[in-house]
C-alpha cells in the first residue's frame, strides 16, 4: 500500500495546495496502484508515509506548522528516505531559517540547506520553470526570497515570474521536490505528477490521458504566445 499524506491542510491550505495530495492519489488509483490519501489535522500524529505533501500558507500559520512538524517524527522519516513535495511556505519550512511577520528569523527544519529572508516586493503571479526541458506552471504568492546554499540543486529555472529569486525556482533533493508553484501544481502539471508518482511507487507507470493535459497544453500555448 502506498499512503500519501496531506501535512495540516488547515495551517498550509490557502492556496488549494492540499488537490497535490488528490491529483497524486486519483493518477495512482486510475492505474490500480493500492493507495490510500490521509490528511493530517493540528491534533493528529504524523503516520508514516510514502510521500507527505506540504502547501502554502499565511506567515502565522507557517509557523505554527513548523513548530507541530519539529515536534513530530516527520524530518526523521525525511531523512530516512519518505519523499515529499513541498510548495512555498511548504519549501521555505524545510530549510535552515525563513522570515515570517517582518523580518523575524524563524528556525525551520533544517532537512535543505537553503535560507528564505523576506524579498524587497511580495512575488505575486504566474510562475512558469523549465524543469529538464518541460515547462511546470502555476501561480505564486509570496513575500520570501530563497537561497539554495552547500550544493543544493534548484527545482529548475525561471521562464515567467520570480520563484527563489527571478532566475531559479524551488530546489530538488533525492527525495524532495520544492517548487513556489501553487496550482495547485501536480494537477496543473500531470506530467510532473507522473514523475512523482513513478519515483514513490519505484515503477515506471502506463500513460493516461485526462482533462488536465489538454489544459496544461493550453497554458503552454498561452504562455509562449
Ligand atoms: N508566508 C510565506 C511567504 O509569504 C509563504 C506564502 C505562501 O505559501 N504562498 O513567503
Same mark, same amino acid.
Given at each position: ?8 491542510? $488547515?495551517?498550509?491550505?490557502? !492556496? ?31 503516520? #508514516?508515509?510514502? +510521500?507527505y505533501l506540504l502547501g502554502g500558507g499565511e506567515? /502565522? ?10 515536534? @513530530?517524527?516527520?524530518? @526523521?522519516?525525511?531523512? #530516512?528516505? *519518505? !519523499?515529499?513535495?513541498?510548495? =512555498? ?9 525563513? =522570515?515570517?511577520?517582518?523580518?523575524? $528569523? !524563524? $528556525? ?8 528564505? @529572508?523576506?524579498? $524587497? &516586493?511580495? %512575488? ?11 515547462? +511546470? ?5 509570496? /513575500?520570501? &526570497?530563497?537561497?539554495? %546554499? ?10 515567467? /515570474? &520570480? ?14 521536490? *520544492? ?19 513513478? %519515483? ?15 489544459? !496544461?497544453?493550453? &497554458?503552454?500555448?498561452?504562455?509562449? %504566445?
Amino acid at each position: 500500500m502506498t499512503t500519501i499524506c496531506i501535512l495540516y491542510p $488547515e495551517l498550509l491550505g490557502t !492556496y488549494g495546495d492540499g488537490g497535490n495530495g488528490l491529483a497524486v492519489y486519483e493518477r495512482a488509483r486510475r492505474r490500480g496502484i493500492d493507495v490510500e490519501l490521509i490528511s493530517v489535522g493540528l491534533n493528529d500524529t504524523v503516520p #508514516d508515509a510514502s +510521500l507527505y505533501l506540504l502547501g502554502g500558507g499565511e506567515d /502565522g500559520p507557517q509557523r505554527l506548522a513548523a513548530d507541530l512538524l519539529r515536534t @513530530s517524527s516527520f524530518g @526523521s522519516r525525511v531523512r #530516512d528516505g *519518505a !519523499y515529499v513535495v513541498a510548495v =512555498c511556505a511548504g519549501l521555505q519550512i524545510l530549510g535552515l531559517t525563513f =522570515c515570517v511577520e517582518g523580518d523575524d $528569523e !524563524y $528556525e525551520g527544519l533544517g532537512l535543505v540547506d537553503v535560507v528564505t @529572508s523576506r524579498g $524587497e &516586493r511580495r %512575488s505575486v503571479g504566474e510562475l512558469a520553470t523549465r524543469v529538464d526541458g518541460q515547462l +511546470l506552471v502555476g501561480f505564486e504568492n509570496h /513575500g520570501g &526570497r530563497t537561497t539554495l %546554499s552547500g550544493g543544493v540543486n534548484a527545482l529548475g529555472t525561471v521562464v515567467k /515570474g &520570480r520563484g527563489n529569486d527571478a532566475k531559479l525556482d524551488g530546489y530538488r533533493t533525492k527525495n524532495i521536490w *520544492a517548487t513556489y508553484a501553487h496550482g495547485p501544481v501536480l494537477a496543473m502539471n500531470p506530467w510532473f505528477c507522473d514523475e512523482i508518482l513513478a %519515483s514513490v511507487v519505484g515503477a515506471e507507470l502506463d500513460p493516461i490521458t485526462s482533462a488536465a493535459d489538454l489544459l !496544461y497544453q493550453e &497554458r503552454c500555448r498561452v504562455l509562449s %504566445s
